[in-house]
Every structure is written in C-alpha cells, then in structure tokens.
T-cell receptor
Framework: GNSVTQMEGPVTLSEEAFLTINCTYT??????LFWYVQYPGEGLQLLLK?????DKGSNKGFEATYRKETTSFHLEKGSVQVSDSAVYFC????????FGTGTSLTVIP | EAGVAQSPRYKIIEKRQSVAFWCNPI?????LYWYQQILGQGPKLLIQ????????DSQLPKDRFSAERLKGVDSTLKIQPAKLEDSAVYLC?????????????????FGPGTRLTVL
C-alpha cells in the first residue's frame, strides 16, 4: 500500500539552527511528493513539491529532494527563524493523497 | 484570489446528534476533497469529488457520513448520528486540475477547517 512515515516531534531549535525533518514513503509506482505546513490557527499550505525522482523542491529557504533509491523526501532549512514555528506534514500523491502524522517545530529566539 | 471557505469554524454537539459542514472551494476548481484530521494525526481523505461526481469515497463511513456537491461548486459533509470518535478537525481542500488516475501532481488548497467536538 501507500504510506508516509515522518519524524516524530516535537522539535525545538534555536533561531538560525539547521533543520532536518525526515520523511520516508512506501508507494506503488512513482508518486509525487509534497511538504505542507500548518501555522497556528491556519489551514494547511503547500510548502514545496517534487514530481519525479531527483527533483528538488524549494520554497522560503526550505528544500527537499525526491530520492527514489532511499524512498525519502527529507525537509531541510539552513537557518530557521521564529516564524517557521509550525507543524510540517509530508505527503504523497498516488491516486489519492496520503499524509504523514506531522512534525511540530518550535523555534526559540 | 479568495481561498477555500469553510463554516462553521467550531461546533460542539452531543453524541447521537447530527451536524453539517459547508465548504466553498476556490472559484474554478473542479476537484474538492474532505479530510478528517484527528488530533496528533495527519489528514485522512474521506471523499473526493470531481465536479459533482464522486471519485473516491472508500474511506467514508457511509453508515453515518454523507457528502454532496450538487452543482459542482460548494459541498456539504454531514454526520448523522455523531459518535465520540468523530471529534476531529474536518478539512476541505480544492484543486484545479482534473483528477487523472494514477498520478496527481496538483496542489491542494486547504480551508481553515471545522473543529468538531462530540460530547
């Protein structure tokens, strides 16, 4: 079947620290991969996506590379800010969307 | 461009009561989704519409949940009767591309959700 496993949180970092949130997937065929972000009190927003192997999605300083050989799509940011505090969801699309359980990130000044 | 609208934002009911949620997607978006997000979990797809037809409702508990999108625009999701385990946030999302089986690369735009508490 299709599923997404992502790193459990919560994650707490100091401002300007490096961020990695791990995401691995199981899927038949070749899914598209997404990272969504949910800021406090708001709905989910697309952060970035990649539609084929070796594609790199990027947005707002965040990056993730579609790694078919390791079935991974890890989210990274070189220097986090307080405003990045949110819940991050990894998702795949294969006939329908499958979401991970979410990773809560808190960035402290 | 206006986003996905949902109402109400919050609802508290007692078990065995009925409740309905409303969603208005982004104008022109053919595909509409309803998700259930239980606290601490990721969103789970309940039903997906393309225009006014159902594409996937395999995870919709049809003995108590129903959804419609009569004119291919806004949609309602109903629970009757509600159970304690239905307490969750109900999310509506829409996307513009026509759904094609096997590979959906389109971006889904989410509404703010309706937080349902069943007592």
């Amino acid at each position: 079947g299709n599923s997404v496993t992502q790193m459990e949180g919560p994650v707490t970092l100091s401002e300007e620290a490096f961020l990695t949130i791990n995401c691995t997937y199981t899927a038949t065929g070749y899914p598209s991969l997404f990272w969504y972000v949910q800021y406090p009190g708001e709905g989910l927003q697309l952060l970035l996506k990649a539609t084929k192997a070796d594609d790199k999605g990027s947005n707002k300083g965040f990056e993730a590379t579609y790694r078919k050989e390791t079935t991974s799509f890890h989210l990274e940011k070189g220097s986090v800010q307080v405003s990045d505090s949110a819940v991050y969801f990894c998702a795949l699309s294969r006939n329908q969307f499958y979401f991970g359980t979410g990773t809560s990130l808190t960035v402290i000044p | 461009e206006a986003g996905v609208a949902q109402s109400p934002r919050y609802k508290i009911i007692e078990k065995r009561q009925s409740v309905a949620f409303w969603c208005n997607p982004i104008s022109g978006h053919a595909t509409l989704y309803w998700y259930q997000q239980i606290l601490g979990q990721g969103p789970k797809l309940l039903i997906q519409f393309q225009n006014n037809g159902v594409v996937d409702d395999s995870q919709l508990p049809k003995d108590r949940f129903s959804a419609e999108r009569l004119k291919g625009v806004d949609s309602t999701l109903k629970i009757q009767p509600a159970k304690l385990e239905d307490s969750a946030v109900y999310l509506c999302a829409s996307s513009s591309l026509t759904f094609l089986a096997g590979h959906n690369t389109d971006t889904q735009y989410f509404g703010p959700g309706t937080r349902l508490t069943v007592l």
